[in-house]
């Protein structure tokens, strides 16, 4: 019983991962170029997102500024998910769908990329913080799931959404990661090829 579920999950996680290499790579090299120029232009990355979506920015914080896979120079992100002090500063002294809008007011400027990480789109500090970043002309990477939410629906023309094909959380966090993984390594091929 307990070995039938373990291999269901790994089953449905296979089968969802084919679906996403067989949609998603196109989206994923725009989103790599995209990132890669926004970082060759001197900008920075702000990457944003709730519960498990907040680890995962901050893991792809951590493969720009680090490395991912290999030694090169810090390239600069900040995930705005990271501050707990200033989050439940903010939440208390303004409000909880504030605590990213914020700090993209506050950090970004021209030039500067969101990349917003959202299980399913609707969480109203996430497109206010989409809405801010859209006031101060920065453009937008979503990671999303489901249908796409609110969030899809506020993105221009020159924005990215790349969708995971599942409506289940634990999904949607696996393809996301996978992605936060090839982007990482597309960056560093664009922007390091030598190394």
Do not use: W
């Not at 020159?158 to 959380?169: F, L, M, V």
Request: hydrophobic fraction near 45%; include cysteine.
């Amino acid at each position: 019983m307990i070995n039938e579920k373990i291999h269901a999950h790994f089953a449905e996680s296979i089968q969802t991962s084919i679906v996403a290499a067989e949609a998603l790579p196109e989206l994923i090299e725009k989103a790599a170029i995209l990132l890669s120029k926004t970082l060759i232009r001197g900008n920075k990355i702000l990457v944003c997102g709730n519960g498990g979506a907040a680890a995962l920015a901050q893991i792809f914080a951590s493969h720009l500024l680090n490395k991912y896979e290999k030694e090169r120079p810090s390239l600069p992100a900040i995930a705005i998910t990271a501050d707990s002090a200033l989050l439940s500063a903010i939440a208390t002294d303004s409000h909880f769908n504030e605590i990213y809008a914020k700090q993209i007011a506050a950090l970004s400027q021209d030039g500067d990329l969101l990349l917003v990480i959202s299980h399913g789109g609707n969480s109203r500090n996430l497109i206010k913080a989409v809405e801010t970043a859209l006031s101060k002309n920065l453009q937008i990477i979503i990671l999303n799931g489901v249908d796409g939410g609110e969030l899809a629906g506020l993105l221009g023309s020159d924005d990215i959404e790349i969708r995971a094909p599942s409506d289940k959380g634990s999904r949607i966090e696996e393809i996301h990661l996978l992605v936060i993984n090839c982007l990482s390594d597309l960056i560093d091929q664009q922007l390091f090829p030598q190394q």
